[in-house]
């Protein structure tokens, strides 16, 4: 008893164990006089000590109390644990800690994380009221056994009540129950008929079955059958009933929605073992595990890697500290970002810091200074939750959750130590480094690959993966390295006192380890220095191997090491630079992964030499996932997916289920399906067997159900998909987008470069487009230039050509030349939001008809099929347009165009698109007006960009530039017609800004350029200021990088008048910037005036398209509309 009243007293205390999670971090004397006034904020855990005073209150209201006031406290206590609601917790869970009602287990269901959390405080609870009964016990001197009893007694009732809380609920009505429980006495009654209480049960058989409208008249094996009946039928409107609930509440939670889409299939259940099941049990087993990993001595100390490093070369010069420190701006838009990432144990939440003024971030950046001044960090900075995530191997990956204060610190000054990085990570070294990505590496291993199988070389390579690499590198090895490549003393010194002082807590679904772990090794995976210093240990083994062997081509992606070679000796090379990473792996402990590792070839000698070292390299395989982009080495060259195949499916089905409009379930077929392959299009080739399986299922899920054989393939993914979510063309995109990016950089316009991307060459036959020599894209409908037009205008030139293999396949339209044309698909796109079954059909032109349902294995009588003009078997084309009691009054159109319900609208033809090139020539009159007004002082300049634009009119709208300038005498203006295929408003500003920038190069005077494109001047602003140019054009920013002066002032100016309160950068100047600009606008205006007849006879023609194709589709569907209920009814 004593011990029990000890433990008893010291939660009375109100004192959690220092080393529990659910303690508030507190910040100690130490850290208060190492960091001055400046203490970060906390929070305390105040709900177990508030619960505890209560329960003081309380005991100290029983002392000498009678037994009536005893039942009234425990009474009043448990009315306290009714209240479901804990003190303190997160408003998120609000809706679920509310006042015990009937559906309180199937609302606290809904959240995991909610139901463990409510199901620990009230483990808190009945702890206390234990506790509460043994002070009771020991203090209350008169209380007889039979109030120790009763409290017994009612502590069990609110166990009971507490589990009974957190149960599921039923799924079986009160009335279905009931059916089946008279069912089962019928059968017992019909098999012992005889038995002593047959009459009883004959009583109590015509009772229930009255109360439930079932009527008996002595037959057993009937009164079986009537409520077994009507039992199904209760819990199929039962299934139905909740299923319909499901879906309703689905639609209003997109975030529940993805995660069930997205969900795995469980496992089969395996056999009953050891392994613990209770979550204490599994934290207590990954705390032990995890405790042996990080806790073990280093392979070498810091002194032996000191030397080590030497050897192999002097030091690299100490980086600056000024890249230490950052901004109070930088800190709060970083906050903001992660707005959504989780708190740490000191319970802040990035959601919540976000909410502080700009003040609150000026003090931690002193805190800041003030840690990286004196090596000292808050207690609470260095306690760090470990929650631990399930890997699709097997086993739990852990994964670090430091305080959200820390991590947006780390998170801004790894950012600004981007340049530091990039002075010593090699070319090789891939992850976590700034502009560059795991697509480097499949652009690279690719196109080696490519060149090895087009020019018959052989290929050898070696594949491998760091077993538990951020957790078996020594951080005292690692900090080291990073002294080594020159980073910043005043950093080291703070991440050593980091994780000398750190505590690890395992946490598994809400269930802490009471004690924490205090790591020798191992680096956190979560933290963003962690990366940073990682990185530095790759970067000396890409030195270590490429010092051993220099003909192997490396790639490192973190813990993901590629290794290969094409030519002569490839396997030689591949083996022996396997052998000089063994010999670093052994140095700093680290150890390759034996299911990861593998290596491959392309030749039979090849693989018999490699496999012969398998020791070293691994077994040779014909397959690899690569970064998740599969790739293969065999006869057919083309990897199995079976497993993508099926997940494909699976997401497919359950979108089409889940989601009940159109757009959403594009969205999600986008976001949750596409996203599985389509990225590894540029490097991979995947069989068309399976590509087509993968146009079905998201056919399916776009449609909701299998969509019908007589639907138009053009419609379907024109009307109710989009180009971009058929597979095939999904993957060609993403193909020639990556080439567009790699071609974007100058002198990177070469077909015949290494670097090309593999499929790009199959893509452009496939298309008809060929490359000129200035490295512009020639296609049929006019010339693109990778780096100069935008994303979206090659997006729509990849998607004409997607429409004109669809049309040539359809079998409504393949009778009639597309001969650019563009298809009216408007009217049809509004059609389909209507949700409803028959407008699908109607939109892709298999609207139901007599000649449908006369196909029907039990079609309709002839009167329900005739037409009213009397026509036996009417088709969908006649109801529309040839019957004569409904006549069609617009013109009738091709025979395509009827049987698709849209127009075709004539493209402009591409001799009618100026050519982007050659540049023309700068104007030397402008460049001389340009040195006179500067004469004077500064030039000022305004540009304006104008275009005729309108939605759906992209191929036809033309744009114009202009610039003016003002001299003291004159006013000079000059513009023109934007060239190429990119007509838009954007484009038109930044082709007045490069011609702008052009004649200033060759007059050299400075001036001020007023802009009213205000995107345009903050990436002027930045690459003046910064040097950083780059945007989403990149070979246009790398030409004004080129020719800009670096004096030009650059501002923004609202056009036509906008902003009455708008002052220039001198005031004085103001009206003047505002004629100019107006001025531009003027010329722009003038430039396209000539083409306005071509524009306003587009405009007609696609209002008169639009005209017909929406009377087109409103007919046919009303029209059809009694065959598709015929069709409804005997199909359902």
Known sequence: MSGHSEESSSRLSGAAPE??????????????????ACPPPCLQCDLLRAEVLMLRAEVASLRNSSLAALWDAIYALQGQLNEVRPRGEDDHFSFVFTAVEENTAARLLRSPLANVRCLRYHEQRLDALVNLNADIERRCNKVTWTTRGLCLVTLLRIFFWILSVLRAPTVQTHKERSLRRLARRATELSRSPDSPDAAVLQRKLRSSAAALGLSFQGDLPRLVEE????????????????????????????????????????????PLGDAPVHPLDIASQEHAKWKQQWTRAPAHSAVETWRWCLAHGPPAPTWTEDDLHPSAQALQACIRASARRAAGLDGWTPQHLARLPLDFYELLARLWASCLLRASLPQAWCKVRVALLDK??????????????????????????????????????????????GADLHATFACDAHRARTNRLP?????????????????????????????PPALLGLLKVFYARQERHIAWQGAFHPTPIAPSMGLLQGCPFSPLLLNGVCSLWVRVVKAAEPRASLAVYLDDRTVWRVGRQASQVVVTAARAGTTFDDFFGLR???????????????????????????AVKTQFVLLRVPYAFGTTCLPDTAALTSTVKRRCERVALAAASLPRRRALVQELVLSLFAWAGPWTHFKKADVDAWARDVAHALWGHKPPLARSRLLLWHVVGRPSHHPAHALDWATARREWLRCSVPDAFSLGAATITPRWPVLQRKWGWNTAQDGSWITPIGILR????????????????????????????????????????????????????????????????????????????????????????????????????????????????????????????????PRPLPEPQVDSEVVEALRQAAATGRVLCASDGGAFFRAQLEWWQRAAWAVAFEGTHSRTVFGGLVAGLDQSPHAADRAGLWQFLRHLRCADVPATLYLDNYALVLRLHRGLLHDKWSGANPAFWQAVAQVIRRDLVVAWVPSHGKHAKWQALEPQHTARIRALNAAADARCTTALLQLRPEWDAAVTRFERAETWGAKALSVQHNACAPFHELLKNLHG
């Not at 993805?258 to 395996?270: E, F, K, L, S, T």
């Not at 039979?604 to 691994?618: D, W």
């Open 459 to 487: 290929i050898a390579g070696h594949k491998a993966d760091v077993q538990k690499c951020f957790d078996s590198v020594s951080f005292d090895q690692a900090f080291e390295v990073a002294r080594w490549l020159g980073a």
């Open 786 to 913: 990778p780096g100069w037009d935008g994303l979206a205008c090659l997006k729509r030139a990849a998607d004409y050509a997607f429409l004109q293999q669809v049309w040539a396949l359809d079998p409504k339209s393949c009778e009639h030349d597309l001969s650019l044309s563009l298809p009216a698909f408007g009217p049809a796109r509004r059609f389909v939001e209507g949700q409803d079954r028959s407008i699908l059909r109607t939109a892709t032109a298999c609207a139901a008809d007599a000649r449908l349902l006369q196909r029907l294995q039990h079609p309709p009588s002839r009167a329900q099929l005739c037409c009213a003009c009397e026509e036996p078997e009417p088709t969908r084309t006649h109801l529309a347009f040839e019957c004569p009691s409904a006549p069609w009054t617009l013109e009738r159109g091709l025979r395509c165009e009827r049987a698709l319900l849209l127009k075709l609208l004539p493209l402009p033809l591409s001799q009618q698109v």
């Open 19 to 36: 080393s529990s999670p659910l303690s508030g971090p507190v910040l100690r004397e130490a850290d208060l006089g190492a960091l001055g």
């Open 227 to 270: 409520a077994l009946e009507a039992a199904a039928a209760l819990e199929a409107s039962s299934v139905a009933f909740r299923v319909a609930n499901w879906h309703k509440s689905l639609q209003s939670d997109s975030r529940r929605m993805r995660q069930w889409i997205q969900r795995v299939p469980a496992a089969d259940p395996r």
């Open 392 to 437: 699709p191997d097997g086993g739990r990956r852990p994964l670090s959750v430091a305080s959200a204060l820390w991590r947006v610190l780390a998170t801004v000054v790894v950012r600004k130590l981007r340049c530091w990085m990039l002075t010593w990570a090699p070319d090789e070294l891939l992850g976590s480094i700034p502009g560059r990505s």
């Open 592 to 618: 390759l992964h034996p299911e990861k590792l593998g290596s491959f070839a392309s030749t039979a000698p090849e693989r018999a030499a490699l496999q012969a070292e398998a020791l070293v390299v691994g």
